[in-house]
């Protein structure tokens, strides 16, 4: 059972242009949110994440917003860069621990130059 | 500071072979999990250890052990390969079970 959904498996985008790549998740005792990014040939790397307590966390070109009620989280990029292409991981925690965390399939972000 | 360091990088095993994967985290992290990344899965956890304790388990069937040394480097082992097991196995440092982890690159396992 998929607790943490992420639908869209691919995504191209232009440079320049803002890419959104959305996350759904089915738990409501999931109480912090994070994306991770994945090269090939690399291992994931924790990019940005927003506790349940907030609705929007800002980090340079990369936001996350979370909307409770609908139980989905969206990671904004602008302006997209060519270095952005990768494939984001959404994860949701209810607690601690690494059984704690569920992640999502993965959407893979291609910028066109 | 060195990354996680994970070996062999690639694999190729046959179905009702055993494999051995090997994970060395960051210096001084004491918590190491791994998990299974297959296409449209995502990543599964398999196991996390502290303190060379497992901690906690995923839903993975007893074909799949592991082990942490008194170092925190780890080891996992897939007994009686099936051709289901073909997935990439990543392994996370932290400093506690309540850390940031931080991954290694993965062992690509293919079983034929």
């Known amino acids: 059972d998929q607790q943490v959904k992420q639908n869209s498996p691919s995504l191209s985008v232009q440079e320049g242009r803002i890419s959104i790549l959305n996350c759904d998740y089915t738990n409501s005792m999931f109480d912090y949110f994070l994306w991770y990014k994945k090269y090939p040939a690399e291992g994931p790397t924790f990019l940005i994440s927003i506790s349940s307590i907030k609705d929007k966390n800002e980090d340079g070109r990369f936001t996350v917003f979370l909307n409770k009620s609908a139980k989905h989280l969206s990671l904004h990029i602008v302006p997209s860069q060519p270095g952005d292409s990768a494939v984001y991981f959404c994860a949701a925690s209810r607690g601690t621990g690494a059984n704690n965390l569920f992640f999502g399939t993965g959407t893979r972000l291609t910028v066109i130059p | ?112």
């Not at chain 2, 051995?20 to 210096?27: E, G, M, Q, R, V």
């Not at chain 2, 918590?31 to 303190?51: A, I, K, N, R």
């Not at chain 2, 932290?94 to 396992?109: D, K, M, V």
Request: aromatic share 12%; with cysteine.
């Open chain 2, 1 to 112: 500071k060195a990354g996680v360091t994970q070996t062999p990088r690639y694999l190729i095993k046959t179905r009702g072979q055993q494999v051995t994967l090997s994970c060395s985290p960051i210096s001084g992290h004491r918590s190491v999990s791994w998990y299974q990344q297959t296409p449209g899965q995502g990543l599964q956890f398999l196991f996390e250890y502290f303190s060379e304790t497992q901690r906690n388990k995923g839903n993975f069937p007893g074909r799949f052990s592991g082990r942490q040394f008194s170092n925190s480097r780890s080891e996992m082992n897939v007994s009686t390969l099936e051709l289901g097991d073909s997935a990439l196995y990543l392994c996370a440092s932290s400093q506690s079970l309540t850390g940031e982890l931080f991954f290694g690159e993965g062992s690509r396992l293919t079983v034929l």
